[in-house]
């Protein structure tokens, strides 16, 4: 089994930046994909952006490039969302996903609880 850690989330402004970190434990040789998802309030969670095992950017989400970094550090095993120019529709909570193959946009094997990101205008 594979356990994902979110921290990070809170209260920003708008144009405010915030980084989230997921960190894994457990099999983590298991995983080999990793993404995050969002869900804001009333609508469907969606994928934000994902990497590879080797930190290959697979996925961003159009409405967060060029303000959303996705990153993972291997030796920590802990994923990264670097988000800048945050926009109150940014608001949501940020779940962290993985999986032994590959991440779709309906989600990986594992999920962690997740965090909180509230943008405020």
């Known amino acids: 089994q594979v356990q994902l850690v979110e921290s990070g989330g809170g209260l920003v402004q708008a144009g405010e930046s915030m980084r989230l970190s997921c960190e894994a434990s457990?099999?983590?040789?298991?995983?080999?994909?990793m993404a995050w998802f969002r869900r804001a309030p009333g609508k469907e969670r969606e994928i934000v952006a994902a990497?590879?095992?080797?930190?290959?950017?697979?996925y961003v989400r159009d409405s967060v490039k060029g303000r959303f970094t996705i990153s993972k550090d291997n030796a920590k095993n802990t994923l990264y969302l670097q988000m800048n120019s945050l926009k109150p529709e940014d608001t949501a909570v940020y779940y962290c996903?993985?999986?032994?193959?590959?991440?779709?946009?309906?989600?990986?094997?594992?999920w962690g609880q997740g965090t909180q990101v509230i943008v405020s205008s």
């Open positions: 457990g099999r983590t040789s298991d995983i080999h994909a």
């Open positions: 990497v590879g095992w080797n930190g290959e950017v697979a």
């Open positions: 996903n993985a999986d032994p193959v590959t991440i779709t946009t309906t989600g990986g094997d594992y």
